[in-house]
């Protein structure tokens, strides 16, 4: 049988380095997808097999417990040159392409087999979702499109996988660029900015899974705890603020100190979220410290968010500044009423 060879293994290895992935331990997120499809097609074994040189290395598997095959002769090695299709393959035995091969005829003894080719946002194909089972089987149209569903899903993982890991670098070069608040340990406005904007690329290229918000915070009433308390008061009060508003976020939202008694947030927010909805939730933690705190004032806030349109090509320091318009509005609401 002749070896299957890319002629983008170069572009493919430098994926891999991105992804950080390979002979990384396993993980739920993508066991669980694996898991998932093996269960719709009602097959003991899938894996999630990623390119890496000459061997194929499965991230992901259910029922089997190898860690990786060689790629020449592997089934996936064929699944790959059509990486537009799903290759399917009722019955290896019956099938002039695989009935001698060595993971029919040996252990493995397989018979039926599926694998969607797995692709990045490049369109290389690194590896591929496959199932496989020791009995023939039929693959219905309905499997086959959730089969394809996972893998997209798989792929989209590994983006954000990427992203992360260009964040958590940002994140380093942010110390060493002192884009702190040395007050809260908060990024500064310029930190946050360089963060968002990593943020606002992946939404605008459709390859972040989020809507993306962006909220500001006023403290309301520092300048009256700092005269009747002290600065010292007033210092806590801020420390408090940010501790307060980061109790509500998610792991992947930003928080950054913009001002004396302003804050900035980027939120990730399903689709369906609203304003009203992501609001709510820090006011409610404010309101909560409010009743258990015992301080002779109370840590009150105002509050502007907005929506990042993925459409729109407004920069990020023009959405904080509609962001603290509503704020501004809201608070002229407040006076008004």
Not at 184 to 210: P, V, Y
């Amino acid at each position: 049988m002749p070896t299957l060879v890319s002629d983008i293994q170069g572009e493919r290895r430098d994926a891999m380095a991105r992804y950080d992935i390979i002979d990384s331990p396993a993980e739920r997120e993508y066991d669980d997808l694996v898991g998932l499809a093996a269960k719709i097609v009602g097959v003991p074994v899938a894996l999630f097999a990623l390119i890496d040189g000459e061997r194929m290395w499965f991230k992901s598997k259910v029922g089997v417990d190898v860690c990786e095959i060689p790629r020449h002769g592997s089934f996936c090695s064929y699944a790959i040159l059509r990486p537009d299709e799903t290759l399917v393959v009722p019955d290896a035995t019956q099938d002039a392409r695989f009935y001698q091969n060595e993971y029919v005829t040996g252990d493995f003894g397989i018979r039926f087999y599926a694998g969607v080719p797995i692709r990045n946002r490049d369109r290389i194909t690194i590896g591929t979702l496959c199932v496989f089972d020791q009995q023939p089987h039929e693959l219905t149209e309905d499997q086959q499109q959730a089969l394809e569903a996972i893998a997209r899903q798989l792929s989209l993982r590994l983006e954000l996988r990427a992203a992360l890991t260009s964040l958590r670098s940002a994140q380093k070069d942010l110390k060493l660029r002192e884009l702190t608040d040395e007050a809260t340990g908060l990024h500064n406005i310029d930190g946050f900015a360089l963060l968002a904007e990593k943020q606002l690329m992946l939404l605008r290229s459709e390859r972040l899974a989020k809507q993306l918000w962006v909220m500001a915070v006023d403290i309301d009433g520092l300048k009256s705890i700092n005269e009747q308390f002290g600065r010292d008061e007033g210092t806590r009060a801020v420390k408090k603020t940010a501790e307060i508003i980061e109790s509500t976020l998610a792991d992947r939202d930003i928080l950054a100190r913009s001002g004396g008694d302003e804050f900035v947030v980027l939120l990730h927010a399903d689709e369906g979220a609203t304003a009203d909805e992501l609001s709510q939730r820090v006011r409610g933690a404010f309101e909560y410290y409010n009743s258990k705190a015992r301080k002779p004032y109370l840590l009150n806030i105002s509050i502007g968010i907005v929506k990042v349109d993925s459409a729109d090509r407004t920069t990020i320091e023009q959405i904080i500044e509609h962001a603290y318009y509503a704020v501004s509005h809201t608070k002229h609401l407040s006076k008004g009423s």
